[in-house]
Structures are given as structure tokens and as C-alpha cells.
């Protein structure tokens, strides 16, 4: 089985995870800070590499009662982004609309710093978001 790369793209951060190679369980890899599109998408790219994955989970943020706002037209542009720099990437849209609250929810339970939540929330979305796929395609 393929591994799996997890994005959470947000406006100051994208949050990455990977599978396991069974496909099993999804492990935080870490948190890239934006700056640029082309430096972005070529920090997935050496991911991708590193990982041996063309795959691509990307966290489709829905609006709770189902349709697609703003968020939604974002990510979107980020993966046609994706898909020109890497044009075999295999992009799977996941709906996304409570990885963030369950995320925060287990670092809480961990008792985990706001300060140090922070720094690791959109990594933890991106475990959430993969998770949830990899359970729903096992």
C-alpha cells in the first residue's frame, strides 16, 4: 500500500502528516510556515520524495451545514497549485469540518500549553484529517 501525505492548508501554516506504511495510522510530520507558493509547494515536493507518495489528503473545509464557502475556493486553488508543480499527485478533497475541534479537543485533554497548542494544532488537524480517511478506506 501507498503511503499518504495529509495537508491542512491554512492562510500562516500548512499542517502535514503521514500513513504508516500499512496505511494504518496517521503520524504528525510537521508544521511548514508560508511564504511563498512556489517555496510551499516545494517543501510538499521534497515530502513527497521523502515519503514515496504521490497521494494527497487535503483537508476540505465545509461549511457545518455542508456547502462550500470561501475556505473551500482556497484550497482548491492551493492543489491546482499542487497538481502543476506535481503532476502525478493523486489529490483526495476530505472533509475537514471538525479535525480542528477534535484536535484541540485531545491536546486540551493532554493538558497540553496554549502556548505549545499552537504550535502544533495544524500539524494535529492534518493526523485528524488522514485518520478519518485512512479509517473510512480500511
Known sequence: MERALALDVGDRTIGIA????LGMTAQGV????????????????????????????????RNMNGTEGPRCEFVKEFC?????AIP????????????TVAATRSLIEAD????????VIDKMAAVFILQGWLDSNG
Open 88 to 99: 502525478d499527485a493523486n489529490i483526495i478533497l476530505w472533509d475537514e469540518r471538525l479535525s
Open 80 to 84: 491546482e497549485e499542487l497538481k502543476k
Open 30 to 61: 510537521e508544521t511548514i510556515r508560508r511564504t511563498t507558493m512556489e517555496d510551499d509547494i516545494n517543501r510538499i515536493k521534497e515530502l513527497t520524495a521523502e515519503y514515496e507518495t504521490t497521494k494527497m489528503v487535503v483537508g476540505y473545509p
Open 112 to 119: 497540553v500549553s496554549r502556548k505549545k497548542r499552537k504550535k
Open 18 to 21: 503521514v500513513s504508516d506504511l
